[in-house]
Nanobody, 120 residues
Framework: VQLVESGGGLVQAGGSLRLTCAAS????????MGWYRQAPGKQRELVAR???????EYADSVRGRFTISRFNADKRLYLEMKSLNPADTAVYYC???????????????WGQGIQVTVSS
């Protein structure tokens, strides 16, 4: 299973970014997908998740500013981030909980992470 994040970078406060996660090797349409982040010296935390066939969920700190979406046909997960502030600075990770083709066991998978830096 590969989860490859893209779209991170440096942005000024108030700006926007869109993260993309390209998935392969996993039954994407039946996987629960999500974005997590980890700031320096802090634990990894949930940003948003979009379970298979269910509504999106958001951390309180990003609700109303971030939008998670998925496009099953292309096996892609997105995170649209608006009104960014320095507190959003972190490494963002794509997460998938699902099974590989031909396997019934659902497992947790992570991308390598991508840096998002918001300057004040």
């Amino acid at each position: 299973v590969q989860l490859v994040e893209s779209g991170g970078g440096l942005v000024q406060a108030g700006g926007s970014l869109r993260l993309t996660c390209a998935a392969s090797g996993i039954l994407f349409s039946s996987a629960d997908m999500g974005w997590y982040r980890q700031a320096p010296g802090k634990q990894r935390e949930l940003v948003a998740r979009i379970p298979r066939g269910d509504s999106a969920e958001y951390a309180d700190s990003v609700r109303g500013r971030f939008t998670i979406s998925r496009f099953n046909a292309d096996k892609r997960l997105y995170l649209e981030m608006k009104s960014l502030n320095p507190a959003d600075t972190a490494v963002y990770y794509c997460n998938a909980f699902g099974s590989r083709p031909g396997r019934s066991l659902r497992m947790n998978y992570w991308g390598q992470g991508i840096q998002v830096t918001v300057s004040s």
